[in-house]
């Protein structure tokens, strides 16, 4: 459908009232864009489904959608957008599943790239190569990883190295970092990619890897989709087990839980995935974890009081195929013997492999049932050095929160050698270093429960670590000045930018991360 004059006008009028100050393509542009000959098609009434994220903060109202029908169609439009010069306002962002925090997949008044549309096309299937040594799995870059999940389970196989929620897209977490349980041995997902496919800011279609273009595909990984769109990855696969114990410990204290967790990660033979929480004044917990955990020693557990302030709990899953449940319970015996949690409050549930790595999407399902999910998600994700990490703990859950009743708050380690320092991720200088979550949610306008609150709390957090200058860095950061951003890289700010010149000089990928103002 082609724009109109009328069009413009909205959106011109929908951008002032939004309190956004940019300029808006005119008609001639747009119909330009209406005019060129793809595989998929250009909508320009529909756009303020793009104009949202999870994090449900930001609005920013594209003037266009283009529903990809194939690569070349976003290789057309990035070179039709990069001919207009650098004088056009158009910015163009991929989105993925739209679950950034704060407008990052949007573009005001710019083209919102649907990546999800390219599932369908031909030449874009999930496509598994299993035959010798090191299997893989070709995605199109808006697949979600729970797809890639169930294509590559009917080979028997499945990528290493995850994210918590896997209603996330392959290019979405690539362009920043991918990080759970499994980091600590496989590193991030960008640790994990043998290949990309990327359409730069010139409309250059590009096959880049550790051989091929190799400075394209680092400065991808991790790049906030800044240097091109990955239209397809090739993602490293693993044999999947069938089964997964799953179980979950309680501490008091937070040293033993973080020497625990640091060993644990340290040790040759140990867990297949590790991860923390951290709880504060919470009650009944045990019998929160009753309906899907299983204590170990149900009397005990029965007489367990959560009376101490903060607890923090140790998560971790072995991997099992049915004839090796004996083994595996040996294992598990062996590692659980040498970590210092409350006896009593040893849990455990054994589910399939699928299940486990789903788990985030059955509690989507009960918070939309609840209207909970599409609330305001003010988030705060830091990589903390180890050496500051009891420092930080002291002040933040000794003194700054006061509960944790808004969102769990995620507390684990990882390993810096498992983390390629080629790519664009910024992480701490020292060899260990925790990701810590605070997965706030914000029904309320008002009090406890809203956003208000949560970012008060959020900025005494990073305040508190910059003054006490811990050697933090922020993941999924919401920097909106490009010195925040030359803050954020450091050293590698020179890098970043040289490789932003090569790739997009005009600034026309990803302007919702707010890193590199379009000229115009
Ligand atoms: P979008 O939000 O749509 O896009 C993210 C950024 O990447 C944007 O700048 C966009 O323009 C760009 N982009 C999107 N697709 C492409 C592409 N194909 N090529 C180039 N650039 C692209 N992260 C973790 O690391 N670990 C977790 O455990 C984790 N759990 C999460 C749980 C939930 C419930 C949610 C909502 C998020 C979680 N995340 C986690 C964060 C997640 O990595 C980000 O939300 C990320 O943005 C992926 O979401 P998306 O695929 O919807 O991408």
Request: net charge neutral; glycine share 8%.
């Amino acid at each position: 459908m082609k724009p109109s004059l009328e069009h413009c006008f909205k959106l011109l009028l929908l951008l002032a009232l939004g309190g956004v100050t940019m300029h808006v393509p005119d008609a001639d542009v747009l119909s330009s864009l209406g005019a060129l000959r793809l595989d998929g098609h250009f909508s320009f009434h529909d756009a303020s489904a793009m104009a949202r994220d999870f994090g449900n903060r930001c609005s920013l109202l594209p003037a266009a959608v283009l529903h990809p029908g194939s690569v070349s169609d976003i290789a057309a439009t990035l070179r039709h957008v990069f001919s207009l010069g650098e004088r056009s306002p158009l910015t163009v962002a991929a989105r993925g599943h739209g679950h950034s925090l704060m407008g990052q997949s949007q573009a005001a008044g710019g083209i919102v790239v649907r990546m999800e549309s390219l599932r369908g096309s031909s030449d874009r299937r999930l496509q598994v190569v299993h035959g010798g040594m090191s299997p893989f799995v070709d995605a199109p870059g808006g697949e979600l990883w729970i797809n890639v999940l169930h294509e590559t389970l009917k080979h028997g196989l499945a990528p290493k190295s995850w994210t918590d929620y896997l209603h996330l897209t392959v290019g979405g977490t690539l362009s920043n970092a991918g990080v759970s349980g499994q980091a600590f041995r496989h590193g991030p997902q960008v640790s994990n990619v043998n290949q990309l496919e990327i359409v730069t800011g010139r409309g250059d279609v590009v096959t880049c890897s550790p051989e091929e273009n190799s400075d394209l595909f680092y400065a991808a990984l991790g790049g906030l989709g800044q240097f091109g769109i990955i239209t397809r990855a090739r993602i490293a696969l693993e044999p999947a087990p069938k089964m997964v114990r799953w179980i979950r410990v309680l501490y008091s204290d937070f040293v033993s839980f973080t020497e625990d967790q640091e060993m644990l990660i340290m040790a040759e033979n140990t867990f297949d995935y590790i991860e923390g929480f951290v709880i504060i004044n919470r009650t009944g917990i045990l019998n929160n974890w009753r309906t899907s955990f299983k204590p170990q020693d149900p009397v005990q557990a029965s007489r367990f009081q959560s009376d101490a302030r903060v607890l923090y709990c140790l998560e971790l899953t072995k991997n099992f195929n049915s004839d090796e449940a004996d083994n595996m319970e040996q294992e598990v015996t062996a590692l659980l013997s040498r970590l210092r949690y409350i006896r009593s409050t040893l849990f455990h549930t054994d589910v399939t492999y699928l299940e486990f790595l789903d788990r985030v999407h059955a509690s989507e399902v009960k918070l939309r049932a609840q209207g909970l999910w599409e609330v305001p998600h003010p988030w705060l994700n830091l990589l903390i050095p180890r050496s500051s990490i009891q420092r930080f703990a002291k002040e933040v859950f000794g003194k700054i929160l006061k509960d944790s009743n808004n969102g769990p708050i995620l507390l684990y380690p990882v390993n810096k050698s498992k983390w390629d320092n080629r790519t664009s991720v910024v992480i701490p200088d020292e060899e260990i270093f925790y990701l810590v979550g605070f997965l706030s949610s914000a029904p309320s306008l008002s009090g406890h429960g809203s956003v208000a609150h949560a970012m008060n709390l959020n900025n005494q957090i990073v305040e508190f670590c910059e003054e006490a200058d811990i050697g933090m860095k922020q993941y999924l950061a919401p920097y909106t000045t490009q010195q925040q951003w030359k803050a954020h890289f450091g050293a590698r700010w020179e890098t970043f930018e040289r490789r932003k010149h090569t790739y997009d000089p005009l600034a026309i990928l990803a302007p919702g991360q707010r890193i590199f103002p379009k000229a115009s």
